[in-house]
């Protein structure tokens, strides 16, 4: 037999609690399949001041204030002589927010669906969608018990991140024309961190003329979440394991050497390998793809939990005009949209692995208006068309690296 609602969500994430709380505070009924139970460990830490422009939007940003995170003012750019650029998100293009948070997911993420649960969203755990019907809009999963449910829906958001559920059952996928790369990872305490008032920065530090970058991104109980990124045959080529990996390229940085000389590592070191992806289409009759279902590019400008946020701001109030019997261009207002953001973000990243980032960012005596149009961007304001780097960003990269050169 099966249920039914408004907007059946799959996965509980960030992009789907969010989108789950404004559908419910829009009068519709909302059920979120989770594969897994929370909370749960995920990489993707560091927010940007953007996440609080739509946390505030939806009114959820109390809420997360009110958890006591580690403030995040900026990041800071190390290279491999230990000197330091820091980029201050609040030198921004007088966007309201520019500051966010440096969160662990698993706490972040289980805040945000416990409220959309307080608000009336039906939450199943260790729910797997094994299966969708576009033409009836009925999803069919298993739970826990390996027993299959039923639900029909008027409307489907995938929010499986990760799983990305409908892009493998609706053959969506297409490669990314990033290169794949690996993310390996741990967590650690006892490292040393940096003054109070710059204590929040999270430090992107280059390592071997950028054939490895590392994140370190503070938490506010004192642990640190550490990784690096690099092309997979890089790592492998070395015949050495993930921990002796991260602890070698630790050992050969004069600041990370420095940084991580007293400190201890918390959980087995992870790897997600080839994370890049990409996507046919975001939108189709009866459903829509939100947050790492769509793209993923790469953490390096902690991109990930911004378009998760964004994508399901703009998706619910696109659903709701639907449910509602408005017309929607689901082309114009939503993919359209949303690739405004990632192309821009593309375009750094792009910039960042071919080495021009470096140079911007390193540049002496940058005028005003371009630090802060690099603060902006990496603030995650990448649809402000006021931004230098907003239009034309490729072109516009190219042209300030070639002046500075």
Not at 90 to 114: A, H, I, M, P, Y
Request: charged share 30%; proline share 2%.
């Amino acid at each position: 037999m099966e249920e039914t609602c408004d907007v059946l969500v799959i996965g509980g994430g960030p992009s789907g609690s969010v989108a789950a709380c404004k559908l419910i505070k829009a009068g519709f009924s909302v059920t979120i399949l989770e594969k897994l139970e929370f909370p749960r460990f995920v990489i993707g830490e560091s927010l940007l001041p953007r996440c609080n422009a739509i946390l505030d939007k939806n009114g959820l940003i109390d809420l997360i204030e009110k958890q006591n995170y580690m403030m995040k003012p900026g990041a800071i750019f190390i290279d491999e002589k230990k000197q330091e650029e820091e980029i201050d998100f609040r030198n921004n293009l007088g966007q309201k927010w520019g500051t966010s948070f440096q969160v662990k997911r698993e706490e972040f993420d289980n805040v945000l669906l416990k409220e959309a649960k307080r608000l009336g969203a039906d939450v199943r755990h260790k729910y797997e969608v094994t299966a969708y019907d576009n033409d009836e809009n009925i999803v069919t999963a298993k739970d826990e018990n390996g027993q299959q449910k039923v639900f029909k829906a008027r409307f489907v958001l995938d929010a499986s991140g990760y799983g990305r559920v409908l892009p493998k059952l609706l053959d969506l996928d297409i490669p990314s024309d990033l290169k794949l790369r690996n993310a390996i990872f741990t967590r650690v305490k006892g490292e040393k961190r940096r003054e109070e008032d710059k204590e929040g920065f999270i430090d992107i530090v280059i390592h071997d003329d950028n054939k490895a970058w590392l994140w370190v991104i503070p938490f506010s109980d004192g642990t640190t979440s550490v990784g690096v990124v690099c092309e997979e045959s890089y790592f492998k080529d070395t015949g050495l394991s993930r921990e002796e990996f991260l602890d070698k390229v630790f050992d050969e940085h004069k600041y990370l050497k420095e940084k991580f000389a007293n400190a201890q590592k918390l959980v087995p070191v992870g790897i997600i390998d080839g994370y890049s992806a990409a996507i046919k289409t975001m939108h189709g009759k009866g459903f829509a793809l939100s947050g790492n279902a769509t793209e993923f590019l790469d953490p390096v400008f902690s991109s990930g939990v911004t378009l998760a946020l964004e994508s399901s701001d703009r998706v619910g109030d696109l659903i709701i005009k639907e449910l509602n019997g408005e017309k929607v261009d689901w082309q114009k207002d939503y993919e359209d949209y949303m690739m405004i953001g990632i192309n821009v973000f593309r375009e750094f990243v792009y910039a960042w692995y071919e080495g021009k980032l470096r140079k911007i960012f390193y540049a002496p005596n940058k005028a005003e208006q371009i630090k802060q149009s690099v603060a902006s961007i990496l603030s995650g304001y990448v649809w402000d068309e006021k931004n230098y780097f907003v239009k034309n960003s490729k072109e516009r990269i190219n042209a300030l690296v070639s002046m500075i050169e």
